[in-house]
């Protein structure tokens, strides 16, 4: 073989090669972004997704937020609405001037005003009771303590029957007593009431 004829075999040799390294880099080029747009693409779906659970967890939990806020408002209003009934009647209860039609003694009203007492206090006993899983700790306490003055006037006002002027004095101190705590409990209520609106209005903007 002459010297020219290997010459253009190794030139021919060389040209294949370069022809097909240039289709072999093209192929890889292409095969690059077609792996490239999937990957993108597998990417953007799991994006996708994790946004998708995001924001149900997030509805989810403002779901949770309006649920428990109606809930334990629905709560503080019953609770509230027995306690002020109640407040009526202990302040009726052992007034230091009363009124009575000439057919009946002071006992007889008396005895009247006691059983409508003792009505309003079971009622606000059954609204405690009955909302008890759906508010704080701290409004019960308060409650609570508001509940102790009431059947502390009732215990008291069964058991002694001397209407002096004493009784009469005592009387007036357990209504200022009620009257004082119901002011801490209404004031506790509203305070719970702004934190569970707070806290629903941050997951409503997450």
């Given at each position: 073989?002459?010297?020219?004829?290997?010459?253009?075999?190794?030139?021919?040799?060389?040209?294949?090669?370069?022809?097909?390294?240039?289709?072999?880099?093209?192929?890889?080029?292409?095969?690059?972004?077609?792996?490239?747009?999937?990957?993108?693409?597998?990417?953007?779906?799991?994006?996708?997704?994790?946004?998708?659970?995001?924001?149900?967890?997030?509805?989810?939990?403002?779901?949770?937020?309006?649920?428990?806020?109606?809930?334990?408002?629905?709560?503080?209003?019953?609770?509230?609405?027995?306690?002020?009934?109640?407040?009526?009647?202990?302040?009726?209860?052992?007034?230091?001037?009363?009124?009575?039609?000439?057919?009946?003694?002071?006992?007889?009203?008396?005895?009247?005003?006691?059983q409508g007492f003792q009505a309003a206090l079971n009622t606000f006993q059954n609204a405690?009771?009955?909302?008890?899983?759906?508010?704080?700790?701290?409004?019960?306490?308060?409650?609570?303590?508001?509940?102790?003055?009431?059947?502390?006037?009732?215990?008291?006002?069964?058991?002694?029957?001397?209407?002096?002027?004493?009784?009469?004095?005592?009387?007036?101190?357990?209504?200022?007593?009620?009257?004082?705590?119901?002011?801490?409990?209404?004031?506790?209520?509203?305070?719970?009431?702004?934190?569970?609106?707070?806290?629903?209005?941050?997951?409503?903007?997450?």
């Amino acid at each position: 073989m002459s010297a020219k004829e290997v010459f253009e075999i190794g030139g021919a040799v060389l040209l294949s090669l370069g022809v097909a390294g240039a289709l072999l880099f093209a192929l890889s080029s292409w095969l690059g972004k077609v792996w490239a747009t999937r990957i993108l693409q597998q990417e953007q779906a799991k994006h996708a997704e994790q946004l998708s659970r995001l924001k149900g967890e997030l509805d989810k939990m403002i779901h949770v937020h309006r649920v428990q806020f109606e809930a334990e408002f629905r709560a503080l209003k019953d609770i509230w609405q027995a306690a002020s009934g109640l407040r009526s009647h202990i302040s009726a209860l052992r007034p230091r001037m009363s009124v009575t039609e000439s057919s009946e003694g002071y006992d007889e009203c008396f005895w009247k005003r006691y059983q409508g007492f003792q009505a309003a206090l079971n009622t606000f006993q059954n609204a405690i009771d009955d909302n008890a899983p759906f508010y704080s700790d701290e409004v019960f306490r308060e409650v609570d303590a508001l509940l102790r003055i009431a059947k502390h006037e009732e215990v008291f006002v069964h058991a002694e029957k001397i209407k002096d002027a004493q009784w009469f004095k005592d009387g007036e101190e357990s209504r200022q007593q009620f009257f004082q705590q119901a002011t801490v409990v209404g004031a506790t209520m509203r305070k719970r009431i702004e934190q569970l609106a707070v806290r629903a209005e941050e997951a409503s903007a997450q």
